[in-house]
């Protein structure tokens, strides 16, 4: 099971290990001394043991050889300072440390024990300050087995940038990593903070200021963000005074066979939801006559075959699709995307949709290529792997999402805990407020309609998809245990008032 992580954040972009590194040399380079920027980020850190265990006695700081050691080195002569017992040990010899961690070494007035298992016996609070973000190999020998003595000493632990043994940038394990209590992360989160399993290990994550300016980021130019309102918010859909239905969009979702229209239900329930002014359901005659005995303001309307579709779609009026939910596997449903996507509709391809084109993709990917209206793809690791090959061992999910954004030309949904959204212009944004209980029969469904329904409005693609994954997780995460597909919809509402400047919005 993956919990939601509590992170404090100053921003939506996320670093990798070398988009931090230019942001650390920028600042240097601009007058502020690498020392000052250790000093402060050891500050925060005995910050967090003393905001975690004020009444504590004895504390383990385990350093590294590089600058999240000097790291360690500063917040441990910063928690002696304040009276607690503190044992420092290094990985490695204390005479190798080089620049700033040197420095800070050398302030340090105590004594410096090798790093082994036994480090951390009777420490009641564990600096983990061994590995930064920039890990790219396996943990192995003694400090592997610090690692495991640390997650079995019961102790609390804050861990310096990332939990030792994650890779900041991918989010993976190397080998073994740290269980943290807390992480201290600096200026901007990296996106191992917010993937899996990287995200599992890091407990309450902050974000600290050190000194860092947010000019940087615009030479740095991040392309990766964490899915939050501030990314999106300002595309978002107003309900305007003088709006009416027609002006917010009019959604068609395609209903499966009479056998299985529940999930298109889903689907257009979420649309309509989500602020679109009009959804009709569309099918064959069963299914319509089974979709019209369960829907109310979500119309109804039967066509015959990909041409009947295809004379739906030709009122320009009908400006979004969703299309995949409940549709079965095979040609009909490949006929039926293929003419959606010769529509000036936007279009929301799921589940079947695309699973119909595991042995064709081109041919999916030739469609998309072929028309200006947008395009959002959301499917779960299994039909993605159908669509574009499973996934290389090695690399990130942003990554690989990323890459099949470029590949199809469509927004690209990679669905999970730690959903990841990725346009072919190289943006990416990871999601990480969907709670477990998302993972439920028709949740995708609803994630589909939802964003049909704010592609009808006419936000931006990109930011469609991410304010639909965010609305969806937080949809979820209000309901709490026991959500069931058919609940999300009915708490969008209380969602979509709580964002700022749409609640109550007149105009």
């Known amino acids: 099971m993956t919990r939601a992580p509590t992170i404090a954040a100053e921003g939506p972009e996320l670093l990798t290990t070398q988009e931090m590194g230019q942001a650390d040399r920028m600042t240097i380079e601009a007058g502020t001394p690498g ?11 005995a910050d967090e043991v003393v905001r975690l ?82 890990l790219t190999r396996n943990v192995t020998g003694v400090p592997a087995q610090t690692i495991k003595a640390v997650n079995q000493s019961g102790a609390m632990v804050v861990a310096v940038d990332v939990p030792s043994g994650i890779d900041g940038t991918t989010g993976q394990v190397r080998g073994v990593a740290v269980d943290a209590t807390s992480t201290i992360t600096f200026f901007r989160l990296k996106p191992g903070h917010l993937l899996l399993p990287g995200r599992t290990h890091c407990g309450r994550t902050r974000v600290a200021d050190i000194g860092i300016g947010s000019t940087v980021l615009e030479t740095v130019a991040p392309r990766t963000f964490a899915n939050t309102p501030e990314l999106w918010q300002r595309t978002f859909p107003r309900t305007e005074v003088e709006g009416h239905k027609y002006s917010r969009g009019h959604v068609v979702a395609v209903s499966g066979s009479a056998e299985a ?22 099918g064959s005659k ?14 109804v309307q039967s066509f015959a075959g990909a041409k009947g579709l295809g004379a739906i779609l030709k009122d320009v009026r009908k400006n979004a699709v969703m299309l995949g939910p409940g549709a079965g596997v095979g040609k ?5 995307v293929l003419v959606a996507l010769k529509s000036e509709a936007g279009c929301v391809l799921d589940a079947d949709a695309l699973t ?9 990917f030739g469609g998309i290529s072929k028309r200006i209206a947008p395009v959002v793809l959301t499917p779960h690791e299994g ?8 996934p290389s061992a090695v690399q990130s999910k942003v990554e690989s999402a990323r890459q099949a954004a470029q590949r199809s030309g469509a927004i690209v949904v990679l669905k999970g805990p730690d959903t990841v959204i990725a346009a072919p212009d190289g943006r990416a944004a990871i999601n990480a407020n969907a709670p477990p209980w998302t993972a439920t029969a028709g949740s995708g469904d609803v994630l589909a309609g939802v964003a049909a329904g704010l592609l009808a409005q006419h ?30 919809p009915e708490m969008l509402p209380a969602v979509l008032a709580g964002l700022e400047g749409y609640g109550g919005a007149t105009g």
């Open 35 to 45: 020392l000052v920027l250790m000093e402060n980020a050891g500050q925060a850190v």
């Open 53 to 134: 265990a004020r009444d504590a006695d004895h504390v383990a700081v385990l350093c590294g050889p590089g600058n999240n050691g000097g790291d360690g080195f500063v917040a441990a002569r910063l928690l002696k300072s304040r009276g607690y017992i503190v044992r420092l040990a290094l990985l490695g010899d204390v005479k190798a440390l080089t620049g700033d961690a040197a420095h800070m070494a050398g302030l340090w007035d105590g004594s410096v024990d090798p790093l082994d298992p036994a480090s951390v016996a009777g420490a009641e609070v564990i600096v983990d300050a061994v590995f930064g973000a920039g």
């Open 261 to 282: 229209t529940g999930a298109a239900r889903l689907g257009a329930r979420g649309a309509l939801r989500a602020g679109a002014g009009l959804v009709t359901l569309v």
């Open 286 to 299: 069963a299914a319509t006559a089974v979709n019209a005995a369960h829907s109310t303001a979500v119309m």
């Open 332 to 336: 009909t449903t490949r006929d039926l």
């Open 356 to 364: 119909s084109f595991e042995k064709s993709p081109k041919t999916l």
């Open 383 to 390: 039909e993605f792997a159908r669509l574009f090959g499973k």
């Open 459 to 488: 936000m931006p693609a990109f930011e469609a998809a991410c304010a639909a994954v965010w609305l969806h997780g937080e949809a979820a995460a209000r309901f709490g245990p026991g959500l069931i597909a058919e609940d999300l």
